[in-house]
Every structure is written in structure tokens, then in C-alpha cells.
């Protein structure tokens, strides 16, 4: 003990002699500075938020979550012939938080398409130098359309006008006295607004025209809604430019809507007179379609809906909506509609997956539709929780892929003729899978779209993947398998923001919020944590935040304190920055075992201290490289050639032990070198002449102390051929060119066309 | 060796933006490089094709069908018109002649190919780039390029449709 502590301190004391000497000898070599930790394993409470009573450090509610809750009772009238929605509303808000609250925000996010929005004012123009009449009218003579709420009063519980305040897509409520904690407050407003054509005007809500004059209305955030008010925001009252998408609080809804009599609707919740809306013959439809498990049952017929389609119904019909914890409310109705449903077993639950779609959705969606929210209830449901709402609807929308709670716009139609491409096919399964599966993420796990696109995204997108696959096994998926992030992720720097930032400020929405995140979540499940691991944590976190409100931190805490796997340098490379993958070979070493010392390894010995014991006899390693090489020593290694190390073997095994030792032929050292900032394990696949391959993985650690080249060695039986990295394509390493050796001809895809 | 391991390296780029995103998004990613070694001008474009079918469609009134099993015989044909319209290079103040080449399907993706000779020293390059823009205002048509050594991205759009860039 004390020995080696003189020694070591000997050894301190010769190397800054060492140090000295060469400081002494080159002036201009400067001292280098010192550092922060800048090692990628370092664990992140440099940029997480700490934990509290709120949010645990385990990533889960603390025993302080608090949540707000609002409940709505709505009635809302859709004018057809005037695209005008009208509506009443009674909220009741009830103030869970420690805090009292001064006043009141709520979300008008149809201002967006107001007159005097500054959506408009935010984007770069650049005047045209050629323009149609259409465009140059629609650019410089137009005023554009207005679709702003018009608030026609806001009172208080005694029907008091309250005061308020409106900030582009914001309405603060002037309190007259602080809502207490524990306390709610009850108010009303009456609003009206222009409904917008989406494929003119663009948006998540409006209607689509059709040829014969009627029109399918897809209507969302239609009314005031209160803003989320938590212990990590305050007031979510950032503004809506269009893109970021919503906060919400749960409540309970009760919503009458008035239609002309002659349409067909869906909307979230409960339909509470369905004897009222339905005829007779439909109802019995309805009752068989609630027992059918095994494919969609037709309720309303597309002989029924192009019956509808002619007419214009001057009469009105009111639907009546309940609906419990939910966090917002969708509508879709049309003159137009078909509708067919079927129930889904789930372990504790019966949901029924329903569709609603007009005759030029068929044969398309009839076939299709159901059958894809039913898997994507069976599939998420395993992942998650078991579906807790009463239904979830798939509507035929163009140009739309839009989620609500039990209700979603999906896009993808046959041609006129009603034939269709798998492109479209596997679109539009692909859209409903996705917008379904948002029931999950962030319906029921209520993360904060506004601040965090990924987080409901970039979930979503991971489960869809699993679903589609389960749906049909050679679904052509396009985000989730690592090889296909790898264009964005070794694109321009300067179009790549990390995922890790705000909705509004992303460069490339798609890959950034969807694809990479569900890429990431992939790559956690199918290499560094596995399904078993992967699974429980992920479940975990759905569960303990079910119809709650949690952040990123909560998230990625959750899958760490779950499954005992430090993924710190996993959130920081991946979710924090804009480092990619990039592993190479750097170099292979072949050494052969020889008798005979090179001059070196003479003094190896006196080299290495080892002075006093460990006096041999020693098999050395020599690579070809070795100017001391003998060429004698490139062959196979056979034990039975080197008597000292037979002799050992035998004096030292037992017969039994001997049977399992192995038989290295041939020895290769591999240099491998960590191009990219990304840290990944090692995927090393051992390629034999014989055809036969081997597989070795080095955890991600391997980079822990030197981050930037790592050395393993391979005692193979068979000669290697070749050494492939990442051979499945797992990592989403960005230049696949470099994982091999030896180096392979790469041929520019030009040359290849001009052979051509 | 190198060189040419370089090439194909920036020929694959972004991943472009794919339908199952919540709105759509039209964007084509267009990838330019001078090879001076091949005296050639390589250029690849990459265009979603349901778009790009939309497109052919509005301006041939034709349905193309394209990368399906009913793709109609003269599609090659109509897009390389679509393209020797929609990119235009002027080069040295004189603009380029196209050569379209082929066409890849990828997922959804439609890579074009085109080229053109070239063998003098380049001191301005300007691109036109309208794919699409036609067909959708907020077309977003991305363009990487790597000639002399320099690599450059630029996003032209309906309202921005070209850049110089100069040597």
C-alpha cells in the first residue's frame, strides 16, 4: 500500500519533470487551459429542470401535482348556406393550484385568421416578378378573409358583463377578486365566426366544397377555451401562429349542436339522442355494430348518403354531445356522410371504432378505415393503457391529418373512377393510425404542444410505426427505422435545430418532431435498452401520466428510473443536440503469435518495470506492419505449435476444463473512430471467408473516457473477411462507407447512370 | 477514390417531409454539383410524387400515373419538359443546356436525375428553381450545391425563385 503510494508519487514528480523539460525545450508550446465536464456521460442536471414536490426526480406527479379543470356546456349552430358557426358557452373553471389566480386566460385561436392577425405579418415576402391574375388579385387586390371570433358579450355568473382583454389569440379575464385556490369560478361567453374553406384558406378546421354545392365541415377549436395554467408555466398564453399546436385543460362537456336535419355527424363524446337522429332501421344497424368484433357493420349506406347528398334540408336537427375527461371537442358533419362502425375488445374495455365518410371516400375507406382505428386502439392499448374513451372516429377529410379527442380528420381518396394507388392506400392507413393513435399522445397524455411538438409527435409516430407493422407486415413505413433519418440527420447544420426546441422554431417540422424522435425511441427499444426494458418503462410513463400534464423531463426521467439504464448521454445527443452518428473502422491489425521477441519486445521487460517477476517465457503478438516481421509467422495459430503454452494447458486443465477452451487462429486489433458527436454502442459484425458471421456489441460506455477512437481486440477460429459496422442499418450512422473493412469502391451514382 | 465517395455522399440529402405529418408540406430537395474531373454538372432532384403528379397533370392535362403499374408511356418524357422549364442554370451569364437522364422511385419520392457538360472555370451560378410553385404558394423548393469546392444551401419558394451565386 504504501509502497505504491511513494511510487506513484515518484512517478507524479518524474512527469512534471518530463513536463518541465519540455517546456523548457519548445517555448512556443503553451500550457493548456482547464475545463468544465464536458464528458457526453456527464448526467444532465445542467439542463433539467430540478425536481420538487411537483414532478419527482423518478419522472413522476409529485405528492404537489395539481392540475385545473374546466367543464363547458355549449350549444353551437353551423349555418351551411352562410358558413357561420355560432355558439354559447358556460365554463366552469375550478382553480386546483396552491396560487390564487387574478385572472382568466383563454385561447381564441380563430383570431389567427382575423383581419388583424400577425400571423401574415411574421413570414419574409419578396415581390413576384411574374404573376397569374389570379395570384396578383389574390396578393394585392383581395383583403383576404376574415375568420376571427366575434365576442358578442362575456358575463359573469349573475350575467355581469366581466372585463376582459384580447391579445391577438388571447383573452385575459379581468377577475373581479382573485379565484382562491380550491375555489371555481363561472362564466359565459356568446361568440360567432366565419367558417374557412381549409383548401383555400388553409387551417386544421373548415369545410370542403364539393362539385354538387354541399360541404363537410371538419370543425375544431370553435370556441374559447381556457389556457393551461401549471406549476411549470403559469399561464400557457404563448400565442398561436398557426403552427404550434394546443395546451388544454380536461373537463367535462356537454355540447348541443344544430345542423341542418338532413346531415350525418360525428363529434367527441357521447351521443346522448341517438334514437332522435338516427331512423329506426339505423338504430338497429347502431345495436349490431356494438356486438360486431370482426369488421365494420355499414350504418348509414352509401345508397343513404347519396339519397342526403341531393337535398338541402331547410329544418335543423340538434346533436347532443357528453363528454368526460376530455382535454378539447371536434365536430364533423355533412349531408354527405356514410358511416360505419364495429366494436373492439381490449382487455377491460369495448370501445367502438367508427368511420364517417362521404360515397367518394368508397371503396377505399368501407374496406379500410374501421379495421386501422380498431388495430391502432388493439396496439396502442398494449403499449399504453387500455382505451378509456367510448369510441374513436376516422373522418374523411381532404388534405387533413388532424387529431381530436375520439375524432380525427384523415386524408386519402380513390380517383373519380374509384380505383387507387398503394401510395394513397397506405397514405391514408398510415394518416388514420397516426391521428387515431394522438388519442394517446397528447389526448390522454396531456404534454404541452404549443412549447413541445416531439412530445406527442414524436411518441405517436413511434407507436404508429409498431402499428402499422402489426396491421400489415410489409407496411412501407417511412419514419421509425433509423436508415431513414440518416439524410436529414447528416443534412446542413444550418437547417437542423435539436429536438429539444420550441414547435414554432423548427427547421424541417417533420423529420425534426416526428421522425427523429420516433427514430431515437426506436433505436431505445430495438438496440440499446431492448423490447422488454424498453416496453416497461415506456408503458410506465404513459400510465403515470394519463390524463395529466407531463414535460420532457418527466418523460425521460420515467424511462431511466424504470429500467435502470442511464440514458443521460442518450436525451443529450439525440433530444438536446443536432449531433449525429458517424462510426468508423479506423484501422485493422492482424498480429500473428510468434516465439521469437521483436527487438522492441526484448525490453519489454525493463519497458514495463517489470523487473522482478513475470520474467516469461511470453508469446509475442506481431502485426505485419512490424518492420521486424517474420513473414514465417503468417499462418493460422495452433497451440500444439507452441510447446510452452501446451505444456501450460496441460499442467494447468483438467480434461474437462480443456474440452471448452477455445481455439484462436487468428488475432486482429480494431481501431474504431467516433466521427460524429453522437454516441452509439458498437455494432460489430465479423465476417468470415467461410460465409459464417459473428456479431459483437460494445455498449455505449465503450466512449466514456475517450471519445473519440476505442480499440477491441478479436481471437477469431476463422480467418475474417470482412468487418461490417451496424450491419442492420440500427444506429442511423450517417456514412455507412466508412464501417467497413476492408474499404469498398464506392461508384458515383452518375457514372453508374452513363454506363447506362 | 475519395473524390468520388465524396459525390455520392451529397447526393443523398434531407429527408423531405412525408405525408403522414399533420398538415402538408410541399417541399423538393434539388442537389447540384460541378465535377470538374468529368467536365459534367450533376444534378438531382428530389420531389414528392404525389405532388409532382398533381403538377403534371395541371400543366399537360394528362394523368400521369406516375410510379404506379399504370404509369403512361410518355411520363419521362413529360418531365424532363416539367424540369428543363422548372430548373434553369445560367452559368458564366449562359444558360445551360439540360440532360435528363432518369428517374428513381423512393418511398414516395421521385429522385430525377440530370446533367450537363461543362468544362470551364465557374465564376457565376445562378439557378431557377419553380418546381411546383404553380401548383402550391407555399412550395418550398430546397438547393444544395457544391461547386468549386463550396457548398451552399439556399430555399427558393413561389415569391423567391432564384439565386446567383458567384465565384
Known sequence: ?756 | MKNKYKIVLLLTVFTLMTSFAIHKFYVSVTQIDYVPKKQRIEITSRIFIDDLDKGLKNKYSKNVYLATKKEIPEADKLIQQYLEEKIRLVVNNKPLKLQYISKEVEDDVLICYLKASYSEKITTFEIFNTILTEMFSDQKNIVHTDINSNKKSVLLTYSERSTLLEF
Not at chain 1, 518530463?18 to 493548456?32: F, W
Not at chain 1, 371538419?218 to 374559447?224: D, L, S
Open chain 1, 1 to 756: 500500500m504504501k509502497k505504491s503510494i511513494l511510487f506513484s508519487s515518484l512517478l507524479a514528480i518524474a512527469i512534471s519533470f518530463t513536463s518541465v523539460a519540455q517546456e523548457v525545450k519548445t517555448e512556443e508550446k503553451k500550457r493548456e487551459q482547464g475545463h468544465y465536464n464536458e464528458n457526453k456521460f456527464r448526467q444532465m442536471y445542467d439542463i433539467m429542470a430540478t425536481p420538487n414536490m411537483f414532478r419527482t426526480a423518478s419522472g413522476a406527479p409529485g405528492p404537489a401535482y395539481y392540475q385545473q379543470k374546466a367543464d363547458y356546456k355549449m350549444d353551437i349552430e353551423i349555418d351551411e348556406k352562410n358558413q357561420k358557426l355560432y355558439g354559447n358557452e358556460t365554463v366552469t373553471y375550478y382553480n386546483n393550484s396552491p396560487e390564487a389566480l387574478e385572472y382568466l386566460w383563454v385561447q381564441l385561436d380563430q383570431n389567427m385568421r382575423a383581419q388583424n392577425s400577425k400571423t401574415p405579418l411574421v413570414s419574409n415576402q419578396r415581390i413576384a416578378p411574374a404573376l397569374t391574375p389570379e395570384k396578383f388579385a389574390k396578393e394585392f387586390m383581395e383583403s383576404g378573409f376574415d375568420g376571427g371570433f366575434n365576442i358578442e358579450y362575456l358575463k359573469d355568473k349573475s350575467g355581469k358583463p366581466m372585463s376582459y382583454t384580447v391579445n391577438q389569440t388571447m383573452m385575459r379575464i379581468n377577475l373581479a377578486t382573485p379565484l382562491k385556490p380550491g375555489d371555481k369560478t363561472v362564466f359565459s361567453i356568446k361568440w360567432w365566426y366565419n367558417i374557412n374553406n381549409y383548401q383555400i384558406d388553409g387551417g386544421r378546421s373548415g369545410f370542403e366544397l364539393f362539385p354538387d354545392g354541399n360541404k363537410l365541415f371538419v370543425i375544431a377549436q370553435f370556441f374559447p377555451r381556457m389556457a393551461v395554467y401549471s406549476d411549470v408555466e403559469g399561464w400557457q398564453n404563448m400565442q398561436f401562429w398557426g403552427r404550434g399546436e394546443f395546451a388544454l385543460t380536461f373537463g367535462d362537456y356537454e355540447v348541443n349542436i344544430t345542423v341542418p336535419a338532413d346531415h350525418m355527424m360525428e363529434a367527441t363524446g357521447e351521443l346522448q339522442n341517438r334514437k332522435e337522429v338516427y331512423t329506426s332501421e339505423q338504430m338497429k344497424r347502431w345495436n349490431l355494430a356494438q356486438n360486431t368484433f370482426d369488421k365494420p357493420v355499414l350504418i348509414v349506406t352509401q345508397a343513404e348518403a347519396e339519397a342526403a347528398a341531393k337535398g338541402f334540408s331547410d329544418k335543423k336537427k340538434t346533436w347532443k354531445y357528453k363528454a368526460e375527461n376530455v382535454r378539447d371537442f371536434g365536430i364533423s358533419t355533412s349531408r354527405k356522410f356514410m358511416l360505419d362502425a364495429m366494436a373492439v375488445q381490449l382487455k377491460t374495455v369495448k370501445p367502438m371504432a367508427i368511420s364517417i365518410y362521404p360515397p367518394e371516400a368508397n371503396p377505399l375507406w368501407g374496406e379500410y378505415s374501421t379495421r386501422a382505428v380498431a388495430q391502432t386502439l388493439k396496439t396502442y392499448s398494449k403499449h399504453t393503457f387500455d382505451y378509456p374513451y367510448p369510441k374513436a372516429v376516422s373522418v374523411s377529410a381532404e388534405d387533413q391529418g388532424m387529431e381530436y379527442p375520439m375524432i380525427c380528420w384523415n386524408y386519402g381518396r380513390p380517383d373519380t373512377d374509384g380505383t387507387y394507388t398503394d401510395r394513397i392506400k397506405y397514405g391514408m392507413l398510415g394518416v388514420i393510425i397516426h391521428e387515431v393513435g394522438h388519442n394517446y399522445f397528447p389526448m390522454i397524455v396531456n404534454s404541452d404542444e404549443r412549447q413541445w411538438t416531439w412530445m406527442d409527435e414524436g411518441l405517436n409516430t413511434f407507436l404508429e410505426y409498431l402499428t402499422e407493422l402489426e396491421f400489415d407486415k410489409n407496411f412501407p413505413t417511412d419514419r421509425g427505422p433509423a436508415a431513414k433519418i440518416v439524410s436529414y440527420m447528416k443534412g446542413n447544420q444550418n437547417y437542423i435545430a435539436p429536438i429539444m426546441s420550441n414547435s414554432e422554431n423548427i427547421f424541417q417540422f417533420g423529420s425534426n418532431a416526428y421522425g427523429k424522435p420516433a427514430t431515437g425511441l426506436n433505436i431505445l427499444r430495438e438496440t440499446i435498452m431492448g423490447h422488454e426494458l424498453f416496453d416497461h418503462a415506456f408503458k410506465t410513463y404513459a400510465q403515470r401520466w394519463k390524463f395529466k400534464h407531463p414535460t420532457p423531463e418527466d418523460f425521460f426521467r420515467t424511462m431511466e428510473d424504470a429500467s435502470a439504464v442511464d440514458l443521460d448521454w442518450f436525451w443529450r445527443g439525440w433530444f438536446y443536440s443536432t449531433d449525429y452518428v458517424d462510426i468508423a473502422v479506423k484501422e485493422v491489425k492482424e498480429y500473428y503469435v510468434s516465439t521469437e521477441p521483436t527487438e522492441k519486445l526484448k525490453n519489454y521487460k525493463v519497458r514495463t518495470g517489470r523487473f522482478t517477476y513475470d520474467n516469461g517465457p511470453f508469446l509475442y503478438l506481431v502485426d505485419e506492419s512490424n518492420v521486424e516481421f517474420n513473414p514465417a509467422t503468417k499462418k493460422a495459430f495452433n497451440m500444439n505449435e507452441v510447446q510452452m503454452l501446451e505444456e501450460y494447458v496441460a499442467k494447468n486443465y483438467t480434461a474437462e476444463e480443456k474440452a471448452k477452451l477455445k481455439a484462436p487462429k487468428f488475432f486482429y486489433e480494431v481501431e474504431f473512430e467516433k466521427l460524429g458527436g453522437m454516441i452509439m454502442p458498437i455494432l460489430v459484425e465479423l465476417q468470415f471467408e467461410d460465409g459464417s458471421t459473428e456479431n459483437h456489441e460494445f455498449p455505449a460506455q465503450i466512449w466514456r473516457m475517450n471519445n473519440s477512437t476505442s480499440k477491441r481486440v478479436f481471437a477469431t477460429d476463422k480467418k475474417v473477411a470482412k468487418i461490417q459496422l451496424d450491419s442492420k442499418l440500427e444506429t442511423a450512422d450517417i456514412d455507412v462507407e466508412n464501417n467497413v473493412w476492408p474499404k469498398a469502391e464506392v461508384k458515383s451514382k452518375f457514372d453508374e447512370l452513363e454506363k447506362i
